[in-house]
């Protein structure tokens, strides 16, 4: 299996903080604000006891728990524990979805690292599924010139290209390029993998 590592957080709101509580939120919810990152640093441990001090002092149903859970299902997967890794990202989707809503830029990222996720694992069908409601959100709510509506884009031109649907690939392929250069500008590093995709694609339709 490969490891999608990415830390496509762009759009991505922190959850509203009571003001009683300023010391708590930033280690409760930890895991999921530094993401893939986490699993270097603290592992399985730091991630659960971030999501345990999340669930106590804000809730088991609240968007700060939401997020512990993104973090650790990151760890999990990580550690090649796929089946509980997917669980965890979908709890915590599940819980974004009912406190921040289901259009919310938010619920776009746990989409996407579920449609990442099954991707890798070969279920191509589903992941298209969630990769595209992840496209329509930012689409939406950030805008079609937005440099996380290009990842969507991206990420849904690769799957079809996994499984052979070049010619379907290949716009979507030049629209997340043209959008990332009008965000980004021509000479910004992650160009670079846009066009390599592009090439490629290109390449196995001749």
Do not use: M
């Not at 509203?16 to 603290?42: F, M, N, W, Y």
């Not at 589903?126 to 930012?138: D, G, N, P």
Request: aromatic fraction near 4%; include cysteine; charge should be negative.
């Amino acid at each position: 299996r490969r490891h999608t590592r990415f830390r496509n957080v762009t759009g991505v709101q922190t959850c509203a903080l009571p003001i009683s509580l300023p010391q708590a939120r930033p280690l409760a919810v930890g895991a999921a604000t530094t993401g893939p990152d986490l699993a270097d640093v603290k592992g399985q441990p730091g991630a659960r006891r971030a999501l345990e001090i999340a669930e106590k002092v804000f809730g088991p149903a609240s968007c700060e728990a939401g997020q512990s859970l993104s973090g650790l299902a990151y760890v999990l997967r990580e550690k090649d524990d796929f089946e509980d890794a997917e669980k965890t990202i979908r709890r915590a989707l599940s819980i974004t979805e009912t406190t921040l809503g289901r259009d919310h830029p938010n619920v776009a990222v746990d989409l996407t690292t579920l449609g990442l996720w099954l991707r890798e694992d070969g279920d191509y069908q589903h992941a298209e599924i969630y990769l595209r409601r992840a496209l329509k959100i930012r689409e939406k709510k950030l805008g079609e010139e937005h440099e996380s509506t290009a990842d969507s884009v991206h990420n849904i031109a690769l799957l079809l290209a996994d499984h052979g649907s070049y010619n379907a690939a290949e716009p979507l392929f030049r629209r997340a390029l043209s959008i990332k250069i009008k965000a980004l500008g021509a000479e910004h590093p992650s160009i670079v993998d846009f066009l390599r995709s592009e090439e490629h694609t290109s390449e196995l339709q001749s």
